[in-house]
């Protein structure tokens, strides 16, 4: 099973930036799928970001799109979260893993093992 561990969290203020990590124990970018989700207090965890790299295919929630941006560092097993132009409600602890794009483009893989994230905080 691959462990995922995320960082690269903190507090900044409204309009500031942020990247994060999600270094893998073990990956193999060329023939999987990833994403970055989190959630807020109170609320269910969403979807942010989801990328198969069978196809190319790569998803953004809206409340996020045009801010942020994923990537991969293959050499280094590991894939970033750009943030920019941070709004408060992005406040939210931030997870990565598997997605399933047969459920739907924004959701996790059903076996994927949460860890304790990161967490961003914005301030207005």
């Known amino acids: 099973e691959v462990q995922l561990v995320e960082s690269g969290g903190g507090l900044v203020q409204a309009g500031g930036s942020l990247r994060l990590s999600c270094a893998a124990s073990?990956?193999?970018?060329?023939?999987?799928?990833i994403g970055w989700f989190r959630q807020a207090p109170g609320k269910e965890r969403e979807g942010v970001s989801c990328?198969?790299?069978?196809?190319?295919?790569?998803y953004y929630a809206d409340s996020v799109r045009g801010r942020f941006t994923i990537s991969f560092d293959n050499a280094k097993n590991t894939v970033y979260l750009q943030m920019h132009s941070l709004h408060p409600e992005d406040t939210a602890v931030y997870y990565c893993?598997?997605?399933?794009?047969?459920?739907?483009?924004?959701?996790?893989?059903?076996?994927?093992?949460w860890g304790q994230g990161t967490q961003v905080t914005v301030s207005s």
């Open positions: 893993a598997a997605c399933d794009f047969a459920v739907g483009p924004l959701w996790p893989a059903a076996s994927h093992s």
């Open positions: 073990t990956f193999n970018f060329d023939d999987y799928t």
């Open positions: 990328f198969s790299s069978s196809d190319g295919s790569l």
